[in-house]
């Protein structure tokens, strides 16, 4: 079975439909905690001709803020250790025998919840380059550009650039990495549909 990267479905979604006027790209694990959100992103999406992205600054289920203030987790600079190794046959254990070193990520637009451009050095870029991951490894660490990554280097090479937005969506982030996750996750699921269902009833 042919491997399907995130940034590929991206990537499928975008050429799909070139006459849009802008993509709303979105995780699964994402929720919204106030209204009026892809509202606020579009204008500001607008505003500014140099952005090709507005990307919504990521919140917990009440509203407190985790990214979009600096080097913070997941952000720019952000470090983790990661193992990797190239199989040498197909039904060999990935982890067996793997390599670990550090690697920082890179700069890039965060498609949890993303307000993205359809202009045409974005759909150049998402053509000829695509938006799945890149690494690259040295003894003195590596560099992650996860997806969108290498987009966003190109769009500089444009003069564009990408922003936080003013509005904040949740994102339950991660948690579909362990199973371990699960249930806790199901659980602030839950407590956000009652909070929800109060709320609208």
């Known amino acids: 079975m ?12 975008i050429l799909s439909r070139p006459n849009a006027d802008s ?4 995780d699964a694990d994402a929720f919204f905690v106030d209204d009026g959100n892809i509202a606020t992103m579009a ?3 607008a505003a500014d001709p140099a952005l090709f992205a507005v990307q919504a600054r990521q919140c ?3 509203g407190v803020v985790w990214q979009g203030t600096g080097d913070g987790y997941g952000g720019p600079g952000w470090q983790r250790m990661i193992r990797m190794k190239y199989r040498d046959t197909p039904d060999q254990d990935w ?6 070193f550090t690697f920082r990520i890179g700069d890039r637009a965060n498609p949890f919840c993303l307000l ?8 150049r870029a998402v053509d000829v380059i695509g938006l799945s ?33 003013a509005a904040n969506v949740g994102h339950f982030a991660n948690v ?23 709320r609208r009833g």
């Open 116 to 123: 993205l451009s359809n202009k045409l050095a974005v759909r």
């Open 2 to 13: 042919p491997l399907n990267t995130h940034g590929e479905i991206l990537r499928d979604l």
């Open 176 to 198: 579909s990495w362990t199973n371990e996750w699960s249930v806790e996750k199901a659980r602030r699921r839950d407590v956000l549909l009652s909070q929800y269902a109060a």
């Open 43 to 45: 204008a500001e999406l």
């Open 23 to 26: 993509y709303l790209l979105l």
């Open 95 to 100: 982890w067996d025998g793997a390599d670990e």
């Open 133 to 165: 991951p890149a690494i690259t490894q040295c003894v003195r660490g590596g560099q992650w550009w996860d997806t969108m990554g290498l987009l966003t280097q190109v769009m500089k090479t444009h003069g564009l650039s990408w922003r936080y937005s």
């Open 60 to 62: 917990d289920e009440h």
